[in-house]
Nanobody, 123 residues
Framework: QVQLVESGGGSVQTGGSLRLSCVVSGHNINTNCVAWFRQAPGKDREGVAFIQDDDRTYAESVKGRFTIAKDNAKNSLYLQMDSLKPEDTAMYYC??????????????????WGQGTQVTVSS
């Protein structure tokens, strides 16, 4: 059984930082694509950052501010978020795909999802 468990969300002020973590079990992130998505109230779920091997792809809105990383030994995924803005407020989800991702992919391409962790940025 595949499980993805996120942690690290919270409330920060504009310009602050947060680091999200996702522990994955039952799915090998060493060879498969993993990613972070987010969904704000009333909006579609959007891909934030994707990682496949050493390749990383970011949404334009977070480039230069967010960094995706993974630890294959711990089968864990991370998202370092710096210079946070109010528009970054959303529920953040980690996701796993049985396959590769060398570019942004829509949510429908992902097979496994965590329960989400809330990030709130106040001005």
């Amino acid at each position: 059984q595949v499980q993805l468990v996120e942690s690290g969300g919270g409330s920060v002020q504009t310009g602050g930082s947060l680091r999200l973590s996702c522990v994955v079990s039952g799915h090998n992130i060493n060879t498969n694509c993993v990613a972070w998505f987010r969904q704000a109230p009333g909006k579609d779920r959007e891909g934030v950052a994707f990682i496949q091997d050493d390749d990383r792809t970011y949404a334009e809105s977070v480039k230069g501010r967010f960094t995706i990383a993974k630890d294959n030994a711990k089968n864990s995924l991370y998202l370092q978020m710096d210079s946070l803005k109010p528009e970054d407020t959303a529920m953040y989800y980690c996701a796993g795909r049985r396959g590769t991702c060398y570019a942004k992919l829509p949510p429908s391409y992902f097979h496994y999802w965590g329960q989400g962790t809330q990030v709130t940025v106040s001005s």
